[in-house]
């Protein structure tokens, strides 16, 4: 049976961004097609065909199936972490989640855990979301880090504002958790 490709699996394959592969596939440079829920899938032949035409190295060992997107939730309720963590681990996508509750804790496990995607909540007590933002999108090692900021009192302002300084999207509390998900599957390169 072929091996078909996830568009992040396509991503760590060629060692290119999520984005990159979305691009040549709607530009018709790589052939793929969409699942019923309206995700893209790339056949291994397809995709070492192009690789190969771009003179893109192709891995010996294959893509490796352990190779989760990980996903760090950063707010100081409880009832709000337990929320989003449950919703992203039970995602047919199989995200790794973790969460921090505080700024100290975030900064630990965005070094340690290296999340593909952070959901900050920037109002909390002992952190500045505009500066987790400014730090994780300056360090070249975490720069290509997704970031979503959550808040209850975000307006056009502080919308701008973080938007300046790293933040890829923003909500506002309450959150809509659909909304949530399927921004992070858009960032992320799944849809």
Known sequence: ??????????????GVSPKTII?????????????VGGHRRIKRNNLEAFM??????????GVQK???IRILVVDDDPIIVETIVLAFEEDEHDY?????????????????????????????????GYEVCKRVKSN?????TQI??????????????????????CFSKPLPLPQLKDEAARLLGFK
């Open 52 to 61: 190969e035409k771009q003179g893109i190295p192709i891995p010996q060992q």
């Open 96 to 128: 790794e989640v973790i969460s921090a509750s505080d700024g100290f804790e975030a900064g630990l496990q965005v070094e340690h855990f290296k999340p593909n995607l952070l959901i900050l909540d920037i109002m909390m007590p002992d952190i500045k």
């Open 148 to 169: 979503i900021v959550l808040s209850a009192y975000l307006d056009e302002e502080k919308f701008k504002k973080m938007k300046e300084y790293g933040a890829d999207a």
């Open 1 to 14: 049976m072929e091996e078909i490709f996830t568009v992040a699996k396509a991503s760590e394959y060629c």
């Open 23 to 35: 691009n040549w596939v709607e530009s018709g440079y790589i052939e793929a097609y969409k699942t």
């Open 140 to 144: 070249p090692q975490t720069k290509d």
């Open 66 to 68: 352990d190779e989760r």
